[in-house]
């Protein structure tokens, strides 16, 4: 084989190298240094085609020079891909003062003083240098986990550099016999045939440099998520999105939902553990899946092992594992606080000592209520409600026994109205009642009923002297144009009226 053809097989066998290196650079996009090397081995392919200019008429010089120049450069770019992939820094101001220096060097040898043994040994040196220094960074920068790749490529480097001191040396002690860069002489076919064989060395080395650094990184990123997974004081669970197969959980999950991690793998949540309050539920959070491929904050109730039920906040991401479609969900348990938020909307709304509704709360239900009937064209009543004498108790037994009767009477009242109505503390002994749908003569009915229920039942102290009875006010709503206190006023008239008139009974309002 001559050496012109030398020369193409070298240069399509880089370009092939070119083409994996490519390939490998879109695979691992993220790492510095892929793209240098890459283009490294093209300016080496193209060195190896730019020989052939040195059979062109014409071009012998020009050949040599690019050809030389190439060979360099492309050294100098692997060196630097390496430094990077490395995530080093080469050092740039020296080496383009280093390129610079070089191309002087070889412009002075090829155009000015054309001398083959002085050009061929300054090339020799440079490409030995470059290539022991390369595997001295290989040496020295390589990470722990890329050891094995980084010492296969480092011994390609020193060998190739070996082989350019032979070269060197080879140029030195046995000089070609003339001085045409076309002429065949041993140090060129070694050169060639190194080539050949180290660069295929060196993209295989990369390759396989690269593949174990993507390897570490993922098994490290798949620690750290495995560590993150099961350090998540959260419930943390990975389930087929087909139909809820539980694949992985952690200790969280079997802490909320009360079973272990033995009981849990490889069951299904709805069917098996049932731990979905409701099935419409999941199908919710796949809906939001589909469109989204993930959730956050969706609340939805749950059942433990034990069956008491929990209300949790749930963020989930759709993962591809093996090929499949899964759900990576994170299950926060947030019973406690609605609890407390229901305690608290509670305590805002209701009357600590009875129970009922406060007049806060009944004010802003019954002025709803009032629009709702205006709007509607529908009856709407209210009544006001006093204990008679009912300072007396206070005064004569005792405020504790005053608050078992105001108690005893909410829980009458409670037994005897519709649901609907809206019984409201107003304070002291006085008591407002709602009635939606109601004209005056049906509430009217209904605190009658509240007040024989009264006369007959348990409320008077054991061994006590007094009876607990009502006087009750009541007013409808009379057209649009009525508020909410004016009937309260109207309401309020009648309730003195039955107060002055001996009181224990209900009266409605009848003016005009």
């Known amino acids: 084989m001559d050496f012109t053809t030398l020369a193409v097989v070298l240069f399509i066998s880089n370009i092939l190298q070119i083409a994996a290196l490519f390939v490998q650079v879109k695979l691992a996009t993220r790492f510095n240094g892929t793209g240098w090397w890459t283009v490294g081995i093209g300016l080496l392919a193209l060195g190896f085609l730019a020989l052939n200019l040195r059979r062109v008429p014409g071009f012998i010089t020009i050949g ?7 060979f360099v450069s492309g050294q100098v770019l692997l060196y630097v891909g390496l430094l990077r992939f490395f995530g080093r820094r080469e050092r740039g101001r020296i080496i383009i003062i280093f390129l610079v220096a070089y191309a002087l060097v070889d412009t002075f040898f090829v155009f000015i003083y054309d001398h ?33 790749s980084s010492n296969f490529l480092a011994v390609a480097f020193i060998l190739h550099g070996l082989v350019f001191v032979i070269g060197f040396l080879m140029g030195i002690l046995l000089p070609p016999a003339t001085n045409s860069p076309t002429a065949n002489n041993p140090a060129q076919v070694l050169g060639i045939l190194d080539g050949l064989i180290a660069t295929t060395l060196w993209t295989f080395g990369f390759i396989l440099m690269v593949n174990q650094r993507l390897n570490a990184d993922e098994r490290q ?7 993150i997974f099961h350090a998540s004081p959260d419930a943390v669970l990975l389930t087929s999105r087909e139909d809820g197969c539980l694949v992985e959980v952690n200790d969280g999950f079997t802490t909320l939902s009360g079973y272990s991690r033995q009981e849990a793998l490889g069951k299904y949540m709805l069917d098996d553990l049932r731990f979905w309050k409701s099935s419409a539920d999941r199908q919710r959070m796949l809906d939001e899946l589909d469109r989204n491929e993930a959730c956050k904050n969706l609340e939805f109730e749950f059942r433990r092992k034990d069956g008491s039920e929990l209300t949790a906040i749930v963020s989930a991401r759709l993962i591809v594992v093996r090929g499949k479609d899964h759900i990576l969900g994170v299950i926060h348990d947030v019973t406690e606080r609605k609890m407390f938020e229901t305690r608290l909307q509670k305590q805002a709304s209701t009357d600590v000592l009875t129970g009922a509704a406060n007049r806060r709360f009944f004010m802003e239900a019954a002025s709803f209520e009032l629009q709702q009937a205006q709007h509607l064209e529908r009856a709407l009543s209210v009544a006001l409600i006093d204990l008679d004498h009912f300072k007396q108790v206070n005064d004569t037994f005792g405020h504790k026994e005053g608050d078992r009767v105001l108690a005893g009477f909410t829980q009458l009242c409670l037994q005897n109205i519709r649901e609907g109505d809206i019984l409201a503390r107003f304070g002291g002994d006085e008591f407002a009642l709602m009635l939606p749908n109601s004209g ?24 006590a002297p007094y009876t607990v009875t009502i006087s009750v006010g009541i007013a409808e709503i009379r057209g649009k144009a009525d508020t909410l206190d004016e009937i309260l006023g109207r309401a309020d008239q009648v309730l003195y009226r039955m107060k002055e008139s001996g009181r224990n009974r209900v009266g409605i309002y009848e003016g005009v």
Do not use: H
Not at 64 to 70: A, D, K, Q, R, T
Not at 121 to 148: C, E, F, H, N
Not at 221 to 227: K, S, W
């Open 64 to 70: 040599v020079f690019s050809n030389n120049l190439l």
């Open 116 to 148: 083959l043994v002085w050009r061929g040994s300054i090339l020799y040196l440079t490409i030995a240098g470059l290539s022991l220094l390369t595997a001295w960074s290989l040496g020295k920068y390589r990470p722990r986990v890329m050891i094995a």
């Open 221 to 227: 990123t798949r620690e750290e998520l495995e560590l």
């Open 440 to 463: 005056a003569e049906k509430a009217a009915a209904i605190a009658e009923r509240i007040r024989q229920a009264l006369a007959v039942s348990d409320l008077t102290r054991e061994n």
